[in-house]
């Protein structure tokens, strides 16, 4: 039995179509909020609803919110969306990086969790096997108490670093894993410390076809890709757009390196679109419609002058790995 988790339904993973693998949607950080870093609070739905349909608009038909429950997301606010626009979205469970504990735990998760007064005390204070039940129950009940369930498990490491919380999370996120069979993404930090959350996985008996690893871009290097690629993961190149980075061709080089020693099954793409300045209907930014109206066409047209099917890319890298990578096998 094979299917793919939205916020509330299970569906055939070629039901999911042109899909984003990396965006955030509605979230209100409490890291950055008590530090006023408005940019980075995505606080009003309609705004962000306008978004979703230019991607809906030009063909888009999925996408994964990595929002996880410690970088302040609207569970209720994001499945409005979805059923005002008919996009679907996959939720995430799980953690993200250990620098965002230091953040105020939501009033709203306090009966959930505990009355902790951060993150940070509440992860410190519960076991391993504790962390993974709260896991799980996002994934099989719903998030933070909602009946909106997760499709994803996520975990996140710093850069150049693993703390000894962030290993107690990964661990966590691994046994949920093994209790549910949702995919697992990691979030890196500039694309650091991959091989060695794999390391990690692997003492946790992962199969690390379910994994796939965020912000690959961060990090140019293809020999370090290839080194990732060939543990049979997949890896995200999610930060289109994202210019101060590096420029798009330099992203383009690096996915068809990839396809070029053969691992085009497993590429992901997306925008990990997290500030008001990135989105179209906050402050006038890229939106999520730049990857699929602007992006998409330079790529095809690069990857053919190299002598590839840019058309036939595209389609594996928003349509039939995605449907691999977000897919429950139980």
Known sequence: MTFVRTLDADIAPEQMGFTYSHEHIVCRPAHWSERGEDDLLLDDPEKSKLDVLD??????????????????RDVPAVHHIMKETGVRIIGTA???????????????LKPIIGSYETYYEWIEAKSINELTDFVVREVEEGLEG????????????????????????????????????????????????????IELLRSENI?????????????????????IAKTGA?????GIAKIKYAPESTRISLILELVKKGY???????GDTARKTYYKHYDYGPGL??????????????ADRAGFDGQQLIHKFFVANPARCFAFKK
């Open 146 to 197: 909602t009946p909106f369930k997760a499709g994803q498990v996520k975990f996140g490491t710093g850069y150049n670093r693993i703390t000894p919380l962030e290993e107690k999370t990964l661990r966590a996120v691994a046994r949920a894993h093994h209790e549910t069979k949702a995919p697992i993404h990691s979030h890196t930090e500039v694309g650091t410390m991959g091989l060695e959350q």
């Open 94 to 108: 799980g953690f993200n990086k250990s620098f965002l504990w230091d953040a105020k735990v939501k009033d709203e």
């Open 207 to 227: 199969n690390l076809s379910y994994l796939s690893l965020g912000h690959m871009d961060r990090n140019p290097d293809p020999y370090y890709h290839e080194q």
């Open 234 to 238: 997949f890896l995200s190149f999610d």
């Open 289 to 302: 419609e730049y990857i699929i109206a602007k992006w998409v066409p330079r790529f095809i047209d690069e």
């Open 55 to 72: 991607f809906k608009k030009h063909g888009g038909q999925t996408i994964v919110d990595a929002t996880a429950v410690d970088y302040g």
């Open 264 to 270: 085009e099954d497993q590429i992901l793409v997306s």
